[in-house]
């Protein structure tokens, strides 16, 4: 068992008991690492801490300043072993190579396990170097032009600590308000919009969007450019679109931000999503399974082998599904691996691999580099075309249990969805073990939801008859401080789970239509639609007839 941190640091002399201790304090109130504690409060210098975590860790520091002070002495070719959004996305620089390994020099020494993800991106040896934040950032800069990544330290700066150019202030200040805003209101998007004449901000809350502010036309420019600092985009750069992220500790919170810029005609128009790293990972119990399919579920991925698909629209909550899947099926016996474009939250003890494009490093590739680690399971964040569903079913066929994602309205058509896609009808029907679908519904305000009898034609629209209610109340919103007045709080998933038997395998062999697959499956029990699970929902008072008719009337 290594030494802690803060006794090594006391040992050497680098601080004293007294600065150790008020170290542990900040630490503990800002829930930040004890080192970044160390150097904040000015007891020691980066360097320092940094070569005794290195020590610490058993890890080679590399002094990447001293590098630059010579005019940069890491080799060309290097240099070329890495592309430049590699290390933009992971923070890493290579410095040398030693007995066949390349060595990225990192920042963190939990970075460590992105080395697993790292070696198929780049298809060779990896080993690790401690160095410090800041000569990463300057080594970033450097070599591959990479501007600041927006790190949470550099973001809790702009949201803590007044900046000494006064003329940018009201402007960072009104950057780290609209974010600690959207936040502690559990928003799910940041809108900042230009308008005719003005600057609209929008926040998307439990998937429908709403306006909080509106600014003066004049305010987009540098509104824009500090949002484009932290998130490492190029703020010269007005005319095509740009992908950045950070990485901001609101309260003690984690939060990693993904921003996406789009020129528009009143000019650029960026949206920013909010992944909260502690709400975001939630467990099978806590999504909403009915207990009929969540017994179902349980059963299913628990099979050595197949394919799991989760269907839904966009932000339907598919990735939050195949994550609790994953999270009940991590454990250390079982060895599992992700593809994701993007990787959306770290878990821990699961090796994720980032998609990447730029490099010709999609889905498919991934998933056949996958299957020389020996997994037991398998993510791939969606199946797009012919080329990743066959790769994918092929592993369901030599003994791993697939998991995936596909755009279709319900369960049945992603059987056909597969057959378009040109896979084989009897490959389908081989490999596909469940297929779950699912949308999102508002969950009502318990502080304040009120009961109401509703008329016949509500009741005749959700496909509720009156002799089912039994005299139980519907609820419907109201509106209350705690929930903002919306009369709705989180929301809850609504689900139909097709267990794939006998008949509907040879259905799908035969190439049936998805009506006829839905009809057998309904009348085998193998399958409860959609506004079934709704129903179920509002007469238990979670949500209402007319949250349930928005996102699943057209498709039931």
């Known amino acids: 068992m290594p030494d802690r941190l803060g006794d090594m640091l006391?040992?050497?002399?680098?601080?004293?008991?007294?600065?150790?201790?008020?170290?542990?304090?900040?630490?503990?109130?800002?829930?930040?690492?004890l080192g970044e504690a160390v150097v904040q409060l000015g007891f020691a210098d980066e360097a320092t801490v940094w070569r005794t975590l290195a020590r610490q860790q058993q890890l080679p520091f590399v002094d990447l300043d001293a590098d630059?002070?010579?005019?940069?002495?890491?080799?060309?070719?290097?240099?070329?072993?890495?592309?430049?959004?590699?290390?933009e996305e992971h923070r890493v620089v290579p410095v040398a190579v030693r007995d066949g390994r390349l060595v990225l020099a990192v920042d963190d020494p939990l970075k460590t396990?992105?080395?697993?993800?790292?070696?198929?991106?780049?298809?060779?040896?990896?080993?690790?170097?401690?160095?410090?934040?800041?000569?990463l950032s300057r080594a970033m800069s450097h070599?591959?032009?990479?501007?600041?990544?927006?790190?949470?330290?550099?973001v809790s700066e702009a949201m803590g600590e007044e900046p000494s150019d006064e003329g940018e202030a009201p402007v960072v200040r009104l950057v780290s308000r609209m974010i600690q805003t959207a936040v502690e209101q559990r928003a799910s998007d940041i809108h900042v919009e230009p308008m005719d004449g003005r600057v609209r901000i929008r926040f998307r809350k439990d998937g429908v969007l709403s306006e909080v502010a509106s600014h003066e036309e004049q305010l987009l420019g540098p509104l824009l450019s500090r949002l484009k600092i932290l998130a490492g985009m190029d703020i010269?750069?007005?005319?095509?679109?740009?992908?950045?992220?950070?990485n901001v500790s609101v309260r003690g919170r984690a939060v990693d931000i993904r921003a996406?810029?789009?020129?528009?005609?009143?000019?650029e128009s960026m949206v920013m999503r909010l992944l909260d790293k502690e709400r975001g990972l939630v467990s099978l119990t806590d999504l909403?399974?009915?207990?009929?399919?969540?017994?179902?579920?349980?059963?299913?991925?628990?099979?050595?082998?197949?394919?799991?698909?989760?269907?839904?629209?966009?932000?339907s909550g598919k990735t939050t599904t195949l994550y609790a899947a994953l999270k009940e099926l991590n454990r250390p016996d079982v060895k599992i691996i992700t593809a994701e474009d993007p990787v959306e939250y770290e878990l821990p003890g699961i090796n994720q691999v980032q998609v990447h494009q730029r490099i010709d490093l999609g889905f498919a590739r991934i998933l056949r580099a996958m299957l020389r680690q020996a997994p037991n399971v398998i993510l791939v964040g969606e199946i797009r075309d012919r080329e990743t569903a066959e790769v994918a079913i092929q592993a369901s066929l030599t003994g791993h249990l697939v998991f995936s994602t596909l755009h279709t309205n319900d369960a049945p058509s992603a059987l056909t969805r597969l057959v378009d896609m040109g896979v084989k009808p009897f490959l389908v029907s081989a490999s596909i073990q469940a297929v779950l679908a699912q949308r999102l519904v508002r969950r009502l305000c318990p502080a304040c939801r009120e009961a109401y009898t509703p008329d016949a034609s509500e009741l005749r629209a959700v496909g509720l008859e009156s002799a089912r209610l039994?005299?139980?109340?519907?609820?419907?919103?109201?509106?209350?401080?705690?929930?903002?007045?919306?009369?709705?709080?989180?929301?809850?998933?609504?689900?139909?789970?097709?267990?794939?038997?006998?008949?509907?395998?040879?259905?799908?062999?035969?190439?049936?239509?998805?009506?006829?697959?839905?009809?057998?499956?309904?009348?085998?029990?193998?399958?409860?639609?959609?506004?079934?699970?709704?129903?179920?929902?509002?007469?238990a008072g979670v949500t209402t007839i007319s949250e349930v008719l928005r996102v699943v009337h057209a498709t039931s």
Request: overall charge positive.
């Open 236 to 246: 010269a750069e007005k005319r095509k679109p740009q992908d950045g992220r950070m």
């Open 143 to 154: 070599y591959y032009e990479v501007a600041s990544s927006g790190t949470a330290a550099d």
């Open 10 to 33: 006391l040992a050497q002399g680098a601080l004293d008991a007294q600065q150790l201790g008020k170290a542990r304090t900040l630490q503990t109130a800002k829930r930040i690492p």
């Open 68 to 87: 630059l002070g010579k005019g940069g002495r890491i080799k060309a070719d290097t240099l070329a072993a890495v592309p430049r959004d590699v290390v």
């Open 113 to 135: 396990y992105t080395l697993d993800a790292l070696q198929f991106v780049l298809n060779r040896d990896l080993a690790a170097a401690l160095t410090t934040p800041g000569a």
């Open 470 to 539: 039994q005299g139980e109340p519907i609820y419907r919103e109201k509106g209350c401080g705690e929930c903002g007045y919306s009369g709705y709080s989180g929301r809850v998933g609504v689900f139909e789970l097709l267990s794939m038997d006998a008949d509907l395998r040879e259905m799908t062999f035969r190439s049936e239509p998805s009506s006829a697959i839905r009809a057998r499956a309904e009348q085998t029990g193998r399958l409860d639609p959609l506004r079934s699970d709704g129903q179920r929902k509002v007469l």
């Open 288 to 315: 909403g399974l009915s207990r009929t399919d969540r017994e179902r579920f349980d059963r299913t991925i628990k099979q050595p082998n197949g394919i799991v698909l989760v269907t839904g629209p966009t932000g």
């Open 260 to 267: 996406s810029m789009l020129p528009s005609n009143h000019g």
